[in-house]
């Protein structure tokens, strides 16, 4: 182990150029101008896991971005790690907001700066690196490895959940192993255990057939703006209770030991506030500002467009409008039940002056992680002796919806082994990950690979 471990720490710096080069590669999954950047990251990736000695390296076509599978198994006695990652990144918009551009990596002050650096492609990276790390020493895995790539988790991940259903034998494992979530802190290595699902709606809200003069037709033309508005508004009250009928139905109340837990947890809410310029934090009455990220429901405006933008004054009743809402779900909602229940109290709630359309985009759903697991423990040795610092365990508010069917089609549970931090800047300009952190990401999968035949019960 110790000449893996050597071995990691005098090729890091070609890691670092490997990794540059990946996220060189525009692979927005969302923009269909580059589709064929996205299948060039997925032939880089191919190409690290043909050379660093795994087998049966496969790339699956979808309606989509291509998935990618490949495998290891040298042990018949030893559990089966399926690691999953995505190589798929989230638009760098707003561009001017970069300080260096998002798909020129650039090192500044020990973190790499580009988009994907940390969502997903340096975390992800870690294990590929890892397993090199190994096979490039003339040492045997201690463990079965597979991977599985794909290239839409930031669209939802629609063609990956037909793909597991699809391929349960060439995905069989023990559990499954993913890097794409926060640290609880600077060199704080905590292990998440619950993830939020999500509901993604859009609201579009249309009245007359041109955008017309507001003095001329204004107070006698019902305002598509002003509706949508109107609308939102009444989506929560003052108490930051979602106003949607059965919308809580399906949520699993907090437990007092699960209160007592999120209170343990070392959280600075002043460091909070300071890290992301808060005047004041804000929220469901009666709940943390941890239990509210991670715990419990929410549903937030992500985007809002009607009306004249430019420069100056424009005298104009805008034709129509429109909002993006998405809405974060906590065991036991379901995202379709949700879409309807949302559409249903929009459908209410619009006047019969104007045409309010709903649409339902991509959903995934919650989970909550069983602790008590070899594998999860495994992993909390691993990150504790690489950190050289006892790890926590967290819920996150943020969704990765192919965990859920880990689960349901393939029966494991996933070790959330984030190397992150929030500070990374996920989806927003200027989005960076720690090279540090890079670096002990993969020891620390190593490490894990290395502790879990111990752990095996
Ligand atoms: N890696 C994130 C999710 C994440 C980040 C979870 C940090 C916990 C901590 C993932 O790439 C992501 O952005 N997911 C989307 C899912 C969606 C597009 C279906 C999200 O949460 O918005
Ligand atoms: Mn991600
Ligand atoms: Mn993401």
Same mark, same amino acid.
Not at 154 to 164: A, R, V
Not at 204 to 225: C, I, Q
């Given at each position: 182990? /110790? =000449?893996?471990?050597?071995?990691?720490?005098? =090729?890091? @710096? #070609?890691?670092?150029?490997?990794?540059?080069?990946?996220?060189?590669?525009?692979?927005?999954?969302?923009?269909?101008?580059? @589709?064929?950047?996205?299948?060039?990251?997925?032939?880089?990736?191919?190409?690290?896991?043909?050379?660093?000695?795994?087998?049966?390296?496969?790339?699956?076509?979808?309606?989509?971005?291509?998935?990618? #599978?490949?495998?290891?198994?040298?042990?018949?006695?030893?559990?089966?790690?399926?690691?999953?990652?995505?190589?798929?990144?989230?638009?760098?918009?707003?561009?001017?907001?970069?300080?260096?551009?998002?798909?020129?990596?650039?090192?500044?002050? *020990?973190?790499?700066?580009?988009?994907?650096? /940390?969502?997903? @492609?340096?975390?992800?990276?870690?294990?590929?690196?890892?397993? $090199? !790390?190994?096979? %490039? #020493?003339?040492?045997?895995?201690?463990?079965?490895?597979?991977?599985?790539?794909?290239?839409?988790?930031?669209?939802?991940?629609?063609?990956?959940?037909?793909?597991?259903?699809?391929?349960?034998?060439?995905?069989?494992?023990?559990?499954?192993?993913? +890097?794409?979530?926060?640290?609880?802190?600077?060199?704080?290595? +905590?292990?998440?255990?619950?993830?939020?699902?999500?509901?993604?709606?859009?609201?579009?809200?249309?009245?007359?057939?041109?955008?017309?003069? !507001? *003095?001329?037709?204004?107070?006698?033309?019902? &305002?598509?703006?002003?509706?949508?508005?109107?609308?939102? !508004?009444?989506? %929560?009250?003052?108490?930051?209770?979602? $106003?949607?009928?059965?919308?809580?139905?399906?949520?699993?109340?907090?437990?007092?030991?699960?209160?007592?837990?999120?209170?343990?947890?070392?959280?600075?809410?002043?460091?909070?506030?300071?890290?992301?310029?808060?005047?004041?934090?804000?929220?469901?009455?009666?709940?943390?500002?941890?239990?509210?990220? +991670?715990?419990?429901?929410?549903?937030?405006?992500?985007?809002?467009?009607?009306?004249? $933008?430019?420069?100056?004054?424009?005298?104009?009743?805008?034709?129509?409008?429109?909002?993006?809402? +998405?809405?974060?779900?906590?065991?036991? $909602?379901?995202?379709?039940?949700?879409?309807?229940?949302?559409?249903?109290?929009?459908?209410?709630?619009?006047?019969?002056?104007?045409?309010?359309?709903?649409?339902?985009?991509?959903?995934?759903?919650?989970?909550?992680?069983?602790?008590?697991?070899?594998?999860? %423990?495994?992993?909390?040795?691993?990150?504790?002796?690489?950190?050289?610092?006892?790890?926590?365990?967290?819920?996150?508010?943020? !969704?990765?919806?192919?965990?859920?069917?880990?689960? @349901?089609?393939?029966?494991? =549970?996933?070790?959330?082994? *984030?190397?992150?931090? &929030?500070?990374?800047?996920?989806?927003?300009?200027?989005?960076?990950?720690?090279?540090?952190?890079?670096?002990? *990401?993969?020891?620390?999968?190593?490490?894990?690979?290395?502790?879990?035949?111990?752990?095996?019960?």
């Amino acid at each position: 182990m /110790s =000449n893996v471990q050597n071995y990691i720490d005098e =090729n890091i @710096k #070609t890691f670092e150029e490997e990794l540059f080069e990946l996220l060189r590669i525009p692979s927005i999954s969302t923009d269909s101008k580059h @589709k064929g950047d996205v299948k060039e990251a997925a032939k880089f990736l191919i190409n690290q896991l043909e050379e660093i000695g795994l087998d049966n390296v496969q790339l699956h076509e979808t309606p989509g971005h291509p998935i990618i #599978t490949a495998e290891r198994l040298p042990h018949d006695d030893q559990p089966t790690v399926l690691i999953y990652g995505h190589y798929d990144v989230q638009p760098s918009d707003p561009d001017d907001l970069w300080k260096t551009p998002p798909f020129e990596p650039t090192v500044i002050d *020990g973190r790499v700066y580009a988009r994907g650096a /940390s969502d997903d @492609k340096g975390q992800s990276f870690t294990h590929i690196k890892s397993v $090199q !790390s190994y096979l %490039k #020493t003339g040492n045997e895995l201690p463990v079965n490895v597979k991977f599985i790539l794909e290239g839409e988790e930031e669209i939802g991940s629609p063609n990956l959940i037909p793909f597991i259903k699809k391929n349960k034998d060439l995905l069989s494992c023990d559990m499954v192993l993913i +890097s794409d979530t926060a640290m609880f802190g600077e060199d704080q290595p +905590s292990i998440t255990y619950g993830l939020r699902g999500l509901a993604y709606m859009e609201v579009h809200v249309t009245g007359p057939n041109r955008d017309l003069h !507001s *003095g001329l037709y204004g107070g006698a033309v019902e &305002n598509p703006a002003n509706v949508l508005c109107e609308i939102i !508004s009444k989506l %929560k009250d003052e108490d930051g209770v979602i $106003q949607i009928d059965g919308f809580y139905d399906d949520v699993e109340p907090l437990t007092p030991e699960m209160r007592e837990a999120y209170k343990a947890l070392p959280f600075d809410e002043e460091a909070y506030k300071k890290s992301i310029g808060l005047k004041a934090v804000h929220g469901e009455k009666g709940y943390s500002t941890l239990e509210r990220a +991670s715990a419990r429901p929410s549903l937030d405006v992500n985007g809002l467009w009607s009306g004249y $933008q430019g420069e100056g004054a424009k005298t104009v009743l805008p034709a129509t409008a429109g909002a993006k809402v +998405s809405m974060r779900l906590v065991p036991d $909602q379901d995202p379709d039940k949700i879409a309807e229940l949302f559409t249903k109290k929009i459908e209410s709630l619009a006047p019969d002056t104007v045409d309010v359309e709903v649409v339902s985009h991509h959903g995934g759903y919650p989970v909550v992680i069983d602790l008590d697991y070899y594998g999860l %423990k495994a992993a909390a040795k691993a990150f504790g002796d690489v950190y050289d610092k006892e790890v926590l365990f967290s819920r996150e508010g943020g !969704s990765i919806p192919i965990v859920a069917d880990f689960k @349901k089609v393939l029966g494991v =549970n996933s070790i959330l082994m *984030g190397f992150g931090l &929030n500070k990374d800047a996920l989806h927003s300009p200027n989005e960076s990950f720690s090279l540090k952190d890079f670096h002990r *990401g993969i020891k620390t999968s190593a490490r894990f690979f290395e502790l879990l035949p111990d752990f095996v019960e």
